[in-house]
């Protein structure tokens, strides 16, 4: 099973899980798509950090991840 921590950056997260680029884009995190932001900033944000910073609902991004098939932990 794809494991989630929400404690790991977003760049760690991309880069263990590459698929989540396209899907972290469609959820409002459309600097995750470019890869010199990805490698900066990814690395400096967490997802809920994220969520904050840019007004997007956690628990609708977490909904969305589980529905992928993604186990997350807090």
Partial sequence: M??????LSL???????P???EVLKELGFAGVAQPALRSTMGKLTTLPE???KHGIDLGEVVGKL???GFEVKP
């Fill in 50 to 52: 994220g969520c904050d």
């Fill in 19 to 21: 698929e989540l680029i």
């Fill in 11 to 17: 760049y760690d997260l991309t880069e263990a899980y």
């Fill in 2 to 7: 794809k494991e989630i921590d929400l404690s």
């Fill in 66 to 68: 589980k529905a992928l």
